[in-house]
């Protein structure tokens, strides 16, 4: 059986170049692992019904909205919270998380973000996902795992680190500083308020906080929904927009969703040093009294 330490980099991911490879798994790697104990496997969609139409065996749902945040306060969950889901899906520290979702790894990406902000580092994120899964034709199941449940002791909710917020959006355009601004071109430019194909979701005013520039967050991926490599992106993010490994970058979309997966990619497979998530994002922003915007 393959082993799932996180100090052992796949082999498939390390050809790519990343700085950080220790941080995704290949699906041969999962295969592998499918039936080890010190692994668990954590599905996250943007379609919560996808897990129960078909998953990767031995997987476990963890469904954004419900688990991930707040059922009152726009924030997400809190420490006691966090660790009641941890322990009812039976991981511990020495346990090594396995993200994989839909939408090129959108959404386990943001559910591996989440788990950042409580300091959890034992996780990994499946290299294409469940696209790459299922045209692999891989094996999927209906049924349920359980595990033993643990005996997680969490850490308080570190909001600084990786996280951002409107004030700090508004001090990175006043200064200039880094603003990627992940959604599509149309909400960029203002002509739409919400993403190609979705329904309007309660944004009054359409555009991009100033100073930002877009980069769509799925130009990172493949058809695949793999992560393009290293060189590939460091052509985006470098040499089209600028970017240097020690800037203090703030990414931001609509909830903070798909600009996780920006934070992802350049937090770990660039090795940028500073970079943080704006979850407000243009929800925030763009309904907010007096903040400047740019169309």
């Known amino acids: 059986m393959a082993t799932a330490s996180p100090t052992v980099p796949d082999r498939t991911i390390l050809q790519k170049g990343y700085v950080h ?69 039976g991981i511990d520290e020495n346990t090594t998380v396995v993200f994989y979702g839909d939408k090129n790894n959108w959404w386990a990406c943001y559910a591996y973000w989440v788990f950042q902000l409580f300091n959890f580092t034992n996780a990994r994120v499946l290299d294409g996902g469940r696209v790459k899964w299922e045209q692999e034709q891989r094996p999927m199941s209906t049924e349920v795992p359980k595990f ?3 005996n997680y002791v969490a850490p308080e909710r570190d909001d600084r680190r990786i996280r951002a917020f409107r004030e700090d959006a508004l001090a990175h355009s006043q200064a200039r500083k880094p603003l990627i601004d992940v959604r599509s071109p149309d909400e960029f430019t203002g002509k739409k308020t919400h993403m190609p194909e979705y329904p309007q979701e309660g944004v009054l005013r359409g555009g991009h906080i100033p100073g930002a520039k877009n980069v769509p967050w799925g130009r990172a991926a493949n058809p695949d929904g793999t992560f393009k490599s290293a060189d ?42 500073k970079v943080r998530n704006y979850d407000g994002s243009w929800t925030e922003w763009g309904n907010s009294v007096r903040l400047p915007i740019e169309r």
């Open 232 to 273: 590939e992106l460091r052509a985006i993010y470098e040499k089209e927009v600028g970017l240097r490994k020690e800037d203090d970058v703030i990414a931001y979309c609509r909830i903070g969703e798909r600009s996780s997966h920006t934070w992802f990619v350049l937090t770990y497979l660039l090795g940028y040093d």
């Open 148 to 150: 033993t449940p643990s």
């Open 21 to 89: 490879p220790e941080v995704l798994v290949s699906t041969d790697w999962l295969a592998a692992n499918l039936d080890n104990p010190t692994i668990r496997i954590i599905e996250s969609d943007e379609d919560v019904l996808l897990y129960d139409i078909a998953h990767i065996p031995n997987a476990q749902k963890i469904d954004w909205h419900t688990d991930l945040n707040d059922p009152v306060v726009r924030d997400y969950v809190n420490r006691e919270q966090f660790q009641a889901l941890l322990r009812e899906k």
